[in-house]
């Protein structure tokens, strides 16, 4: 099993930024991607971006340019530094890890947005 402790969320106004973390403990050998989803309310949890254990990146278009996913391989954490925030940003964020095919979710933090 794997444990993932999000970190960094709350509220922030327009144009904005925050820092989110992620570390990982448990059973953390062998974990590959990892990343951050969001859910806003009303709406399908979508993919954010991933980060690969060799830092290949992906973005969600909506974040491209805005967001930055890194990753501490040392510490075992994740991080999703976001600026220029907008109330369309306003979610839970989840961390996901991928280790041996199996998905593992953060229990989530609350980012909002004002306008």
């Known amino acids: 099993q794997v444990q993932l402790v999000e970190s960094g969320g709350g509220l922030v106004q327009a144009g904005g930024s925050l820092r989110l973390s992620c570390a990982a403990s448990?059973?953390?050998?062998?974990?590959?991607?990892m990343g951050w989803s969001r859910e806003a309310p009303g709406k399908q949890r979508e993919l954010v971006a991933t980060?690969?254990?060799?830092?290949?990146?992906n973005y969600a278009d909506s974040v491209k340019g805005r967001v930055t996913i890194s990753r501490d391989n040392a510490k075992k954490t994740v991080y999703l530094q976001m600026d220029n925030l907008t109330p369309e940003d306003t979610a839970v964020y989840f961390c996901r890890v991928y280790r041996c095919g199996v998905v593992y979710w953060g229990q989530g933090t609350q980012v909002t947005v004002s306008s």
């Open positions: 448990g059973n953390i050998a062998m974990i590959n991607t």
């Open positions: 980060i690969t254990r060799d830092e290949q990146t």
